[in-house]
């Protein structure tokens, strides 16, 4: 899996129905109506996330590694 910046997933998560909430200081706060889950996004200009991060934050929006 390649790892990619957090403006990018952002992107990719935004495009799956999530909608920004906030931004609190370089994290942005997505959430999605009918789910009681929010998701931060670390905006670290063009960054890239952690691997781990990454894969978690994947799970939860419901991403597929082959939409990156």
């Given at each position: ?23 609190n ?11 009681n ?19 978690h ?12």
């Amino acid at each position: 899996m390649k790892a990619i910046s957090g403006k990018d997933l952002c992107k990719i998560i935004e495009n799956k129905g999530w909608v920004l909430k906030r931004i609190n200081g370089s994290h942005h706060i997505y959430a999605k109506p009918g789910i009681n889950v929010r998701i931060s996004v670390p905006i670290h200009k063009n960054q890239s996330l952690k691997l781990g991060l990454q894969k978690h934050i994947m799970k939860i929006a419901d991403v597929d590694e082959g939409e990156l």
